[in-house]
């Protein structure tokens, strides 16, 4: 996961009065359960038995499509793919309340999950930094640049890939028993690379187990912060969507200082993980749920939630794959910048120092677009500001990064690119939740996050590949295939546009039909009827024309 959308409401469509009929008897159970006290819950043995069942069925129902989706923001997303909700903790423990929302102790979690992201995603960012030195020093006896590459895509990947994981783990032992698990291994991963001699010594310690140290301490905490805000929940996940910014710029400075002065990478790997381990430390310390959760505790519970997470009938929806490859290459053109910065500007003749400032400058970046664009991205449609980011990146990549050659150049590419890459691949997760059935998110959010986890052990180690030292422009086959990345995003964001924009239409049409035939053919209906109809056709004309028509989605 590589991101924090800002976007932060949603609202659920009611069916129609068949389905109405369908869910009454639902309806009844529930008043039925809200109602109760928790002594007379446990009183009613039937209620008592099928209390967790009706957690799973209310709040995973079926009968809500993405059609009753509308402005599904991230924080929400979160509770689906966790199984998460308030209210749920409420019905199994009706006398907590929890403490009121968007003060005290809530700024409190905010700033912990803050330093928890610092340490996790902000101390990633610096990898580039430790990128340029082993290439330029060849500290590992036969690695090459597809290895020290490697180690930083893994690390990358398995916090991806492990999301489904940790969130399982979580359920099971909670959530601060599954933080402390990833502090052990991150801790372990940074202090025993720093005495790794040997290749796969840096494969096991940098790469695998930091990989799962994020993956334990992200994907778990980020399930907090939701639950503690409501009218300030923008302001809260826009402190959050800079801390990968902040964390880069203080890892990447502090990282190549030590290296200058020590002459070696030992010292910054233990120092980022004694700094990482106190920041961590801190935020376990005080994080905490808001309403707290019923860990699951026998095997049926467990199948149900792996149900859920990993239920096949996702495979079955075409624009989950289209989403998700349409992310995973804009992630991987971002994660290609990321890495590639610092070691593209020393071959281009700048120090060693300024590389990492060049690295800094785009993490800072990082910081104001993540908080400008997410708030954009309410107001001008998500999925428009995908395709915007997208065509921006392509632009930027293929036209300014291939020319840059010059530090003028190179920083006002960092600047730029900082301020939009970062942002683009944090809109995919309430993009999918807008888009597939609310009951299938989990699943689609797992099968997003290892789909996003592989391309992102191979595309810097494609990328440093392709880099030949011998000619005038080392990078530019990695920055054409860079280039390409974001070329297929934009294409397939594109075909989702359609898609959404075409069902958006179809939605329409239905309505105005409605309308004519309850206040009679009024010539304005009719007009509107006839344009979405023609709008609606399927020449490819009309597929080109929906992708480019002005509409917010």
Not at 174 to 188: D, E, K, N
Not at 204 to 216: C, D, E, P, Y
Not at 271 to 295: D, Q, S
Request: net charge positive.
């Amino acid at each position: 996961m590589t991101g924090h959308d800002l976007t932060l409401s949603h609202q659920l469509g009611s069916g129609d009065s068949s389905k109405s009929t369908q869910l009454r008897p639902l309806k009844e159970k529930r008043h039925r359960l809200d109602t109760l006290t928790a002594q007379e819950a446990s009183s009613d043995p039937s209620l008592e038995a099928s209390n967790h069942d009706f957690v799973e069925e209310k709040y995973h129902p079926d009968t809500h499509n993405a059609a009753d989706l509308e402005n599904l923001g991230l924080e929400e997303a979160i509770r689906l793919a966790t199984n998460r909700t308030e209210r749920s903790s409420q019905i199994l423990n009706p006398s907590v309340l929890g403490p009121p929302k968007d003060k005290g102790y809530a700024w409190v979690v905010c700033a912990t999950t803050l330093l928890l992201f610092m340490a996790t995603w902000g101390a990633n960012s610096c990898y580039g930094v430790f990128l340029d030195y082993w290439l330029q020093n060849g500290t590992y006896p036969g690695a090459s640049s597809t290895d020290y590459a490697l180690v930083g895509s893994i690390a990358l990947g398995l916090a991806m890939m492990l999301a489904p994981l940790a969130q399982m783990t979580a359920a099971v032992i909670g959530m601060r028993p599954t933080l402390v698990l990833g502090l052990g291994f991150q801790t372990s991963g940074y202090i025993l690379a720093s005495f790794s001699t040997q290749l796969w010594q840096l494969y096991l310690t940098q790469g695998v187990m930091v990989g799962s140290g994020f993956a334990f301490i992200f994907n778990p905490s980020i399930v907090i912060l939701p639950d503690w805000f409501d009218k300030k929940r923008a302001i809260s996940f826009g402190i959050i969507a800079s801390s990968s910014g902040i964390g880069g710029v203080i890892f990447s400075l502090m990282t190549q200082k030590i290296i200058s002065r020590t002459g070696g990478a030992p010292w910054a790997l233990r120092t980022i993980g004694i700094v990482t381990t106190f920041m961590n430390v801190v935020g376990i310390a005080l994080i905490k749920e808001r309403v707290p959760t019923k860990r699951l505790k026998t095997t049926r519970e467990i199948k149900v939630r792996l149900n859920i997470l990993f239920n096949r009938e996702v495979l079955k929806i075409p624009q989950l794959y289209i989403i998700s490859i349409s992310f995973s290459l804009i992630v991987s053109c971002y994660i290609i910048a990321m890495f590639s910065l610092s070691s593209y500007a020393t071959t281009m003749g700048m120090s060693a120092a300024q590389g990492s400032q060049v690295t800094a400058a785009y993490n800072g970046c990082q910081t104001i677009g993540r908080v400008l664009f997410g708030y954009a991205g309410d107001r001008a449609g998500r999925v428009n500001l995908s395709v915007f980011l997208a065509f921006i990146m392509l632009v930027l990549v293929l036209a300014m990064w291939i020319n840059s050659t010059t530090a003028a150049s190179i920083f006002a590419y960092a600047v730029l690119s900082g301020l939009t890459f970062g942002s683009s691949e944090s809109l995919n997760q309430p993009i999918l939740a807008d888009s597939i059935p609310t009951d299938l998110f989990p699943a689609g959010w797992s099968f997003q996050s290892v789909i996003q986890g592989c391309f992102a052990l191979f595309c810097e180690v494609a990328a440093l590949k392709l880099r030949d030292v011998n000619i005038s422009k080392p990078f530019i086959r990695a920055q054409v295939f860079s280039g390409c990345f974001a070329a297929g995003g934009l294409l397939l964001i594109m075909l989702f546009r359609e898609w959404r924009i075409r069902r958006e239409l179809a939605r329409k049409l239905e309505e105005t039909q409605k309308e004519m035939v309850a206040r009679g053919h009024t010539g304005q209906a009719a007009d509107l009827e006839q344009e979405y109809q023609t709008l609606l056709g399927q020449s490819p004309k009309f597929y080109i024309l929906r992708m480019l028509y002005p509409m917010k989605v």
